[in-house]
C-alpha cells in the first residue's frame, strides 16, 4: 500500500513521463511531414533531445519539486538514447523505413525503461515513463529477516558507504504487528537525521518510501 504523497506523485511522474513520450513522437511526425527524406537516426535523435527537457524540468519542477543532477540525469537520457539508435538500426536493417521503426523504436525502449524501474527497483514510488526520468532512482535498499527473527536495514546511494537504519528500527520491525501508520512513521524516522547536499535532496523521499515498503514486505504485508 502507498501512501497518498506517492500516490499523487505517481500520477505527476505519469504525467509527465507521458508529456514526454508525446512531444517525442510528435517532434519525430513534425520533422518527417517537414522534411520527408531526413535520415531516421537524426529524427529520432533530435525528437529525443526536444523531449529530454521536457523531462527533465517536469520531473524538477512538477513530480519531485525538487532539485536534481542535471549531469545524472543527461547520462541516463544519453544511454537509453543508444540503446533507441541500436532498436532502430536493426529495424531498418529489417527492411522497415521512414516514421514506423522510430515509433516501434522509441515505445520499446519506453516501455523496457518502465518494466525495469518496476522489476529491479520496486522500492522507488514511482517507475518512470520515459527514459531520462531513471536518473531519480539512485537509492538501494537491503532488507532481510533472520530466521531467529533478527532483522537488517541497510540503504545503500544515500551517503559514502552504506547507512544501516539504527538498531531501534529494526527492533519494532522485528517485532511485527505493525500498523500501516506505524509503517510510515518508521520509513520517516530512519531518515530523521539525513542530511541531503543540494543537489540530491529528493532522496531522503525514495529512501523514506523504500523502507516503508521493506518493513511492510517484512512485516508479511
Known amino acids: 500500500m502507498i501512501s497518498r504523497e506517492e500516490f499523487w506523485r505517481l500520477v505527476r511522474f505519469g504525467f509527465v513521463g507521458g508529456g514526454a513520450t508525446l512531444v517525442d513522437l510528435g517532434t519525430s511526425i513534425a520533422l518527417f511531414h517537414t522534411w520527408p527524406t531526413i535520415s531516421e537516426h537524426l529524427v529520432t535523435t533530435l525528437a529525443f533531445a526536444i523531449a529530454f527537457w521536457f523531462s527533465f524540468f517536469g520531473h524538477r519542477y512538477i ?10 540525469f543527461l547520462l541516463v537520457a544519453l544511454f537509453s ?51 531520462a526520468a531513471l536518473a531519480f532512482a539512485l537509492v538501494s535498499l537491503a532488507a532481510f529477516k533472520r530466521a531467529d527473527g533478527e532483522v537488517r536495514l541497510v540503504l545503500g546511494g544515500v551517503a559514502p558507504r552504506p547507512w544501516r537504519v539504527i538498531d531501534s528500527i529494526e527492533e519494532d520491525v522485528a517485532s511485527g504487528g505493525l500498523g500501516d501508520d506505524d509503517i510510515e512513521t ?18 531522503v523521499d525514495i529512501a523514506s518510501a523504500a523502507l516503508s515498503r521493506a518493513i511492510a514486505f517484512l512485516d508479511g504485508r
Do not use: C, E, M, W
Request: aromatic share 6%.
Open 63 to 72: 513530480t519531485f519539486q525538487k532539485q536534481g543532477a542535471a549531469s545524472k
Open 81 to 131: 538514447l543508444a540503446v533507441r539508435n541500436l532498436i532502430l538500426s536493426g529495424l531498418l536493417f529489417a527492411g522497415l523505413s521512414g516514421l514506423l521503426p522510430v515509433v516501434i523504436a522509441t515505445l520499446t525502449v519506453t516501455a523496457a525503461l518502465f518494466a525495469a524501474s518496476v522489476l529491479l527497483a520496486p522500492a522507488v514510488a514511482v517507475p518512470p515513463l520515459h527514459g
Open 186 to 203: 518508521l520509513g520517516a524516522r530512519a531518515l530523521y537525521d539525513a542530511r541531503p547536499l543540494a543537489h540530491n535532496g529528493y532522496k
